[in-house]
């Protein structure tokens, strides 16, 4: 089993800057093992991925986060990040992390295993 728990959310203003953390935890968890990846759900939209980081590092955006947000993990700390500059107002949403044991990245919700309670990021205009 994997736990993920996701902090970091808050308000800030347009052109502002946040980092999300996502701590993982579990006996079989390791980031070798594990595709992980962040996604956000505003109200009323589906979920839609941001952002994912494979088994051995590579790293995909959705076209709209290119450049603005980075994706890392620090496996000492069994945590991955998410720094996102420039941000937004339409970037508010609930940010969730999830963990897949496909190991290549994924922008499909439903091949993720494990899932986070997320984080809510509001970015006033």
């Known amino acids: 089993q994997v736990q993920l728990a996701e902090s970091g959310g808050g308000l800030v203003q347009d052109g502002g800057s946040l980092r999300l953390s996502c701590a993982a935890s579990?006996?079989?968890?390791?980031?070798?093992?594990?595709?992980m990846g962040w996604f956000r759900q505003a109200p009323g939209k589906e979920r839609e991925f941001v952002a994912g980081?494979?088994?051995?590092?590579?790293?995909a955006y959705a076209d709209s986060e290119k450049g603005r947000f980075t994706i890392s993990t620090d496996t000492a700390k069994n945590t991955m990040y998410l720094q996102m500059n420039s941000l937004k107002p339409e970037d508010t949403a609930v940010y969730h992390c999830?963990?897949?044991?496909?190991?290549?990245?994924?922008?499909?919700?439903?091949?993720?295993?494990?899932w986070g309670q997320g984080t809510q990021v509001i970015v006033s205009s």
């Open positions: 579990g006996r079989t968890f390791t980031f070798s093992r594990h595709g």
């Open positions: 999830a963990a897949t044991t496909t190991l290549w990245i994924t922008r499909i919700p439903s091949d993720y295993d494990y």
């Open positions: 980081i494979s088994w051995s590092g590579g790293t």
